[in-house]
C-alpha cells in the first residue's frame, strides 16, 4: 500500500514540474515574439524614415541638376532675354571642318591649276606629237567635231611658262604625299601626348604659308616646288591623326559618326570650293592667283579649341558632364601605353589599314585625276572642268552628312549595332564606286550619262567618313591618333603610286581604252577594301585596349570593370 501511495505522490510532483516547465517555455516564447514584432516595427520605421529621406535627397539632385543645366544652357543679355550655348564639341567639331577645307583645298588646287601652268604646246613638241592637248591651248578659238558627231567649241587659252611633261608633272601632284607619309604615327602620337590641338592647327597653319611660296617655287625649277610640295606633305600629315585624338576626347559615341562626318567633310568642301575657284581664276587671272589667303580660322582655333572638354575654361558643366560620362575619361585619366604587340596583330587594326590604302587609291583617283579625265576625255574647257568637277563633290558632302545622321539615329535606337554602321559604310564606299568607274568607260558619246556616274561614284565615297575612318576610336580610343597615323601611312602610298601611274598609263594616250585599265584596276583594289573589312572589321572596343589591373589595385580593378 505505502508503495503505492509513493509512487502516485511521485506521479503528481512529475506532471506538475512539467505543467510549470511548459507553462515557462509558453511564456518565453510569447516573450519572443513580442520582441520579434517589435522589431518589425522598428525596422518598418527606419526603413519608412530612410526611404522619405533617399527620396528628399533624389529631388533635391534633380532640382539641382535642373537649375545647373538651365544655367548652362542659357545665359542673360542686358536686355533680359535668353540666347542657347552652342555646344564646345560643335564649335570645334566646325572650325576642324573649317581647318580641313584649307589644308584639302591646298592639296588639290594644283590639280586644276597645272593645267594653265604647262606649256602643252613645247610638250607636245617634246614628246615628238601634236595632240588634243596641244591644239586645245595653241591659236585662236576655234570650233572642231569630235568622233560623236558633235561640234566642239575650243576657246583658246595661252600656254603657261613651264614645259612639264606628263611624268613631271606626276611628280608634283605626289610630291605632296613624299612628306604627307613621314609624319602620320609621329603626329598621332605627338598629338596623344602633347595637344592635339596644336599639332592640327600648326599643320594647317604651316600649309597655308608654303602655298604663299609656290608661285616663286615654280619659277625658280620644278625641283623647288617639289621640295616646297614635300615641306606642304610634312605640315599636312599631321592633321589627320591630330583630329582624331581631338574626336576621341570630344565626341561622345552615340554622336560619334555625326561630329566625325562634320569634321572630315571638310576635306569634300575643301575640293567643292577650290575646284571652281581655282579653275576660274587660273583661266582669267593665271595659275600664280591660286594661293592661301586666309589665316583668321587659326586665330579662332587657338580661341574656342582645346585638347578636352576638361581643360576647357568656358564649356558648360552639363556638357562636360555629358562627355566625360559618356565616353568614360576625366581630366585626371592617363594614357596608357601603346600595346604594339597587340596592335600589329588584331585583324581588326588590319581591316581598317587595307579598307583605309584601298579606299584612298579611288579617292586620290577621283581627287587629284578627275579635273584631268573630264577635260581629255569629256572635252571640257578649264572653265567648265573646274565648274562640273566640284559638281560630285557637292554631292558627296550632302550624301556624308545624310548617310551620319541616319546611321547614329539607327544606332541610338539599338537597330543597328556600330559593327554593322561601319561594315555597311564601307561597303558602299567601295562597291558602288568601283562599278560607278568601269561603267563610265562604256557610256560611248552619252556625256551627260557619263557625268552622272562620275557624280555617283564619287558621292557614294562618302560613305568612309562613317565607315572605317572613324573606326579607329570605337576599337581603341586612347590610341585612336596613333592607329589613325598608322593607317594613314599606308593609306599615304596610293597618293605617291596614282598620279604617277595614271601619268605613265596616259602619256601620249589621253584615250578611253587607257582610262579603262585604270578604272579596271581600281575595281580590283575596291573589291578587296569590300571583303577584307567585311571579314574582319570590328566596331567594339578591343580587349587590349584597357591595361591589366596589377596585383593589389583594387582602384584599377574596379575602373575596369566599370
Known amino acids: 500500500m505505502l508503495s503505492m501511495e509513493a509512487r502516485e505522490e511521485n506521479g503528481l510532483e512529475k506532471q506538475v514540474d512539467e505543467n510549470k516547465k511548459r507553462e515557462e517555455n509558453e511564456d518565453k516564447n510569447a516573450a519572443t515574439n513580442n520582441q520579434e514584432k517589435n522589431s518589425e516595427v522598428k525596422v518598418s520605421d527606419v526603413t519608412v524614415t530612410v526611404g522619405v529621406q533617399e527620396k528628399n535627397i533624389i529631388e533635391d539632385q534633380k532640382q539641382k541638376e535642373e537649375k545647373n543645366g538651365k544655367e548652362n544652357k542659357v545665359e542673360e543679355h542686358p ?119 596644336h599639332v592640327f592647327g600648326v599643320g594647317a597653319l604651316l600649309n597655308a604659308l608654303c602655298a604663299l611660296l609656290c608661285p616663286i617655287a615654280s619659277k625658280s625649277s620644278y625641283i623647288v616646288l617639289v621640295a616646297l610640295r614635300i615641306v606642304m606633305g610634312i605640315a599636312g600629315g599631321v592633321t589627320l591623326p591630330g583630329m582624331h585624338v581631338l574626336i576621341a576626347s570630344w565626341a561622345p559615341p552615340q554622336e560619334r559618326s555625326k561630329i566625325a562626318s562634320t569634321i572630315y567633310a571638310g576635306m569634300t568642301l575643301g575640293t567643292l570650293v577650290c575646284m571652281p575657284f581655282s579653275g576660274l581664276l587660273a583661266s582669267e587671272l593665271g595659275w600664280e592667283s591660286l594661293r592661301s589667303r586666309s589665316f583668321c580660322r587659326y586665330i579662332l582655333w587657338l580661341v574656342f579649341v582645346y585638347d578636352s572638354p576638361a581643360k ?89 552628312m545624310l548617310n551620319a545622321n541616319i546611321l547614329d539615329l539607327l544606332r541610338s535606337k539599338g537597330l543597328i549595332t556600330t559593327t554593322f554602321a561601319r561594315k555597311f559604310s564601307t561597303f558602299v564606299a567601295s562597291v558602288l564606286p568601283a562599278i560607278c568607274l568601269v561603267s563610265v568607260t562604256y557610256v560611248g558619246c552619252n556625256t551627260d550619262l557619263a557625268v552622272a556616274l562620275l557624280t555617283l561614284g564619287t558621292m557614294f565615297i562618302g560613305g568612309m567618313y562613317s565607315g572605317f575612318l572613324s573606326n579607329h576610336i570605337d576599337i581603341a580610343p586612347p590610341f585612336a591618333g596613333t592607329l589613325m597615323g598608322i593607317s594613314n601611312t599606308f593609306a599615304t602610298v596610293p597618293g605617291i603610286v596614282v598620279p604617277s601611274f595614271v601619268g605613265y598609263m596616259t602619256h601620249g594616250n589621253q584615250t578611253v581604252e587607257a582610262w579603262r ?21 570590328s566596331g567594339e572596343e578591343q580587349p587590349w585596349v584597357r591595361p591589366k589591373p596589377k596585383p593589389g589595385d583594387p582602384e584599377q580593378m574596379r575602373l575596369n570593370e566599370a
Not at 581598317?352 to 571640257?380: D, E, Q
Not at 585599265?517 to 572589321?537: C, K, R, S
Open 517 to 537: 585599265v585604270i578604272f579596271f584596276i581600281t575595281l580590283g583594289i575596291f573589291g578587296l577594301e569590300a571583303v577584307f573589312f567585311t571579314i574582319f572589321g
Open 79 to 197: 536686355g533680359g532675354k535668353k540666347k542657347e550655348i552652342v555646344p564646345a564639341r560643335w564649335v570645334m567639331a566646325v572650325l576642324g571642318c573649317v581647318g580641313f577645307m584649307i589644308v584639302y583645298g591646298l592639296k588639290v588646287n594644283l590639280s586644276v591649276a597645272i593645267i594653265a601652268m604647262v606649256n602643252h604646246t613645247a610638250v607636245a613638241e617634246m614628246g615628238g606629237h601634236h595632240d588634243d592637248e596641244a591644239e586645245d591651248h595653241h591659236g585662236a578659238a576655234n570650233a572642231t567635231v569630235n568622233e560623236c558627231g558633235v561640234e566642239e567649241k575650243k576657246e583658246a587659252l595661252e600656254d603657261g611658262p613651264f614645259a612639264w611633261d606628263d611624268n613631271i608633272q606626276g611628280l608634283i601632284l605626289a610630291a605632296y604625299f613624299y612628306g604627307y607619309i613621314f609624319t602620320q604615327v609621329p603626329g598621332g602620337w605627338v598629338a596623344e601626348k602633347f595637344s592635339a590641338k
Open 312 to 400: 576647357h575654361p568656358r564649356i558648360s558643366r552639363a556638357e562636360r558632364r555629358f562627355i566625360e560620362e559618356s565616353i568614360g575619361t576625366s581630366s585626371k585619366s592617363e594614357k596608357p601605353p601603346i600595346p604594339w604587340k597587340s596592335v600589329w596583330t588584331s585583324m581588326p587594326v588590319w581591316a581598317i589599314i587595307v579598307a583605309h590604302t584601298c579606299s584612298n587609291w579611288g579617292w586620290y583617283m577621283l581627287l587629284v585625276k578627275l579635273p584631268t579625265y573630264m577635260r581629255y576625255i569629256l572635252k571640257f574647257d578649264i572653265k567648265a572642268n573646274a565648274g562640273l568637277s566640284a559638281v560630285p563633290f557637292l554631292c558627296m558632302w550632302i550624301f556624308t
